[in-house]
């Protein structure tokens, strides 16, 4: 009996190490897939704009819904818009705050248009507030929706272009939230979290109380042939637990000989 407990803690063990190495790519691809980022050139505006203007702007999207987003400019000036829109022009939402005003008192004026910028224009989240046009009334999810099917664009806008200046397509980014950066080692903590609770109860204390149970009560001989009955039926909904686990055809090669490993453990005697 003891020996079945020790092969289903390594099985089990073994099992809880697997999933949680092979949800790493998954976890990655989705991360991946809440960061999106715009090259800004006055090539991408249609005709090409002539300027020495460049910028970048950054999307991502945060666990409550929202859109979390920075634009970062060189060599622009006069800045009076900075719009999400789709490729004919039409607005979804407005990343400045064209409302916004500097100074105070008798100098209190509008921001915009700004003078010379080169850094951060605007840093700010997306809320289903900011939403326009055809998703005013919607959910940021629907813009989320839009960006992650390649259709939506950054322009912006300056005194001298207002219909824009820099542009660029929002795609798909590279670059790395730093949260993602601390998801392996949390992953290794669950698995450690893992392996632990499933090796703790190693059952040598399951035997003790049986004979402590069997001299209490010595009606209780016949004992020993139920556990058999009850182990050689638990092995079988063990194997069967550990095959649905282990399906070889959600695993990669990488993982084949893990597997192997496993079934050779149940079939020994």
Avoid: W
């Avoid at 249609?46 to 702007?57: I, M, N």
């Avoid at 806008?157 to 949260?179: F, K, M, V, W």
Wanted: proline content about 6%.
């Amino acid at each position: 009996m003891s020996n079945f407990h020790s092969k289903i803690t390594t099985a089990t063990l073994i099992a809880s190490v697997i999933a949680a190495v092979s949800t790493i790519p998954i976890l990655t691809y989705a991360q991946q897939q809440t960061n999106f980022s715009a090259d800004l050139s006055g090539k991408n505006i249609v005709p090409p704009v002539d300027t020495s203007a460049t910028g970048t702007a950054k999307f991502n999207v945060n666990p409550n819904g929202t859109l979390s987003y920075q634009v970062d400019v060189m060599n622009i000036n006069q800045v009076i818009g900075a719009p999400v829109t789709l490729k004919n022009g039409t607005v979804l939402a407005e990343l400045l705050n064209l409302y916004a005003t500097t100074g105070g008192g008798n100098k209190q004026q509008s921001a915009f248009p700004t003078g010379q910028v080169n850094g951060k224009l605007v840093s700010d989240v997306i809320t289903a507030a900011k939403l326009d046009g055809p998703l005013f009334g919607k959910n940021v999810t629907d813009l989320i929706n839009y960006v992650k099917s390649g259709l939506v664009y950054v322009t912006i806008r300056t005194t001298p272009h207002q219909q824009g200046e820099i542009r660029g397509q929002i795609l798909p980014s590279n670059a790395t939230d730093p949260s993602t950066a601390a998801a392996p080692a949390m992953n290794k903590t669950a698995a450690t979290n893992a392996s632990t609770t499933t090796a703790a109860p190693t059952t040598a204390a399951t035997p003790a109380m049986n004979n402590t149970a069997g001299t209490t009560a010595p009606t209780t001989a016949a004992t020993p042939a139920m556990n058999n009955t009850a182990g050689t039926t638990a092995l079988s909904v063990q194997r069967q637990c550990v095959s649905n686990i282990l399906d070889t055809s959600t695993l990669g090669a990488a993982h084949q000989q893990l597997v192997d490993k496993i079934v050779a453990c149940f079939n020994q005697k």
